[in-house]
Each structure stands twice: as C-alpha cells, then as structure tokens.
C-alpha cells in the first residue's frame, strides 16, 4: 500500500513515517506541504488513470494552504473520489474536525501520534477501501453484461424494421394468460399491408422497411393511448393484443389503423384499389379461459386479415368468438 503523508513539521512526518513501518507499510511518500501534495497527486491537471497513492494522511494546521482546503480539492479530482483520506489534529483543535468530514475526509488522528491507533485507523480505512473496490469492480462487471445482455436480447426481442415487439413476444403474452384465473374478454387485432409482397419485389427490401417502419410509428402511437403494446412478425404483419377490449371497440380500432395507414399517403404503384399503400385489419374477440383459448384467438385473426386481402384489402373484418 502506498501512502502519503502531508504535514509540514518534519518531526511529525518521521514519527508518522516510523509507526508506519514498524506497522508493515513500506511504501510512503512524504509532502511537506499541501501544495506539495497536489503536485505529487497530479491534482488540478487533466490526466487519466489510477491514483497515486492508496490512503492519504493529511495535518489539519499547515501555512498557506490547511489541510481541510486540499482534501476538498483532492476529493473534486474523480481518481481521489474514494481514496481514504484520515486527518491529523491535535487535541485543541477538534472543532476544525467537522469541516474536515464536510470537505471529504473519513477518518482522523489525534497528535501526538499513537502507533497503535494510526495502524488500526489505517488497517480499517484500507479495509473499507478494498470492500468499496471490490463492490464498484462487481458493478461494472454487471454492468457490462448487462450492457451485452440486452444488446443480445434486444435482437430477439425487437423487430428490427418497426421496432416493435416480434410477433412471438405477442404469443408468449396471450399465452400467459393461462396464468391467471377467471373468463377475459381478449380481442387480437392483426394487420397486414395490402399487396406487400408485391412492392417489396418491386421496391426491394430498403423501401419496404421504411414503408413498414412509418407504418408501425403511426400505429404505435394508436396504441399507446389505449395501453395496448403491438408486435411485429418478421413478414410485415402487425399484431395488437387487447385484453378487457370488446368487440365494439375492438372494431373502432380496427378502423382507426386502416385510416390512419391510409392518411400516410406512402406511394404504392403495385396497390390495385389505390396509388398509395393500403391496409386490411381483422379482429377477433373472445371470452378466453386459458392459454389455449387466447392463441385460437391469435390463430383467427391471422387467417381472417388473409380473408380481408384476398377480398380486395383495405377493409376490416370482425368477429366475435
């Protein structure tokens, strides 16, 4: 452990310097003054790194510059943000101590020194900081994985065209209902582009993403205002979960995305009822008793948009189960 004391007695540093070693520390650096310190902590200048030294002890009664000012403006240098710092102060001048924790300071010793109690002190404070170290290197090891983890899992979670949901996280939604006990009225909305394969073999995949991407924007911003989270499949089609929705209002919503998508006005020269892309929507409601019941739901809304496509698009369909 490498330690620095600041005292501008230079008695006081050798009777410091000497319990320290004879308490098993070797490596210490002596300031005669704290601006002595500050030049030998590099604090004040733009460097990065470690710190210096592992644990400072610092006089209180020093000309020029007193201790309580230097551990303040050791304590602003973010390498010294935790580096224990422990005063030294005689018995008559106790009252500047609680400036002294104000200013950052963690521990303190009286003059003159007692080998004994400045080992403990030292023993303790270098114990904190070794915990202190131990836990801030676990948290950046969380965090890091963390960071990946979610960088991962983001992947297979997140379509990467709308940025909604993948269609498999709706599943597992209407899936977990099974969970929770009781009858729910569940309504599936699924939407999907009328003749959107064919612009995409037109257009190529970089305009179909972006078209899929305004569309699920405007369609994101339907659901927010009534809690319903919509998903994607990797396809293009949408699909919004709606618990406790009825049919009614199932159907509203229905109508809301078809005209919200029409209103884009996103050129479509493949569409065949209009020169701008279109929507079909299907909704399905139901009163769903478990799991099973809830993906039968998701199943009919499916094949239902299909339905309202292969009809002529640009149209919603709705049943009630």
Known sequence: MRILVVDDIEDSRDITEAALLSAGYSEIVMAA???????????G???EGAPHVDIILLDIIMPEMDGIEACARIRR????ADIPIIMVT???DMDSLSNAFVAGANDYVTKPINRIELAARVRSALKLKAELDRRQARERELLTFLSSWGDRRANLWIDEATGLFVGEVAEAYIAAGAKYP???????????????????????EEASQG?????ARAVRGLAATIGIIPAAYRNGMIILVAPELAAGSARQLGEALCSTVARLRLRNP?????????????????QAKGGTDRIFLLTQAIAKVKDAIAAGGNRVMALQM
Do not use: C, M, P
């Not at 240098?77 to 010294?80: G, L, P, V, W």
């Not at 009858?183 to 699924?190: L, T």
């Open 182 to 204: 009781g009858e729910d009225v569940v309504s599936v909305i699924a939407l999907e582009l009328d003749r959107f394969e064919a612009f995409r073999a037109a257009n190529g």
């Open 211 to 215: 078209v899929l991407a305004q569309v």
């Open 45 to 47: 200048r733009t460097v």
């Open 77 to 80: 240098d973010r390498r010294y």
């Open 90 to 92: 005689s018995l008559d």
């Open 270 to 286: 493949e569409s065949v009822g209009s020169d701008h892309v279109t929507a079909s929507v299907a909704t399905v409601t139901g």
């Open 33 to 43: 003054s704290a601006w002595e310190a500050l030049k030998a902590l590099d604090v």
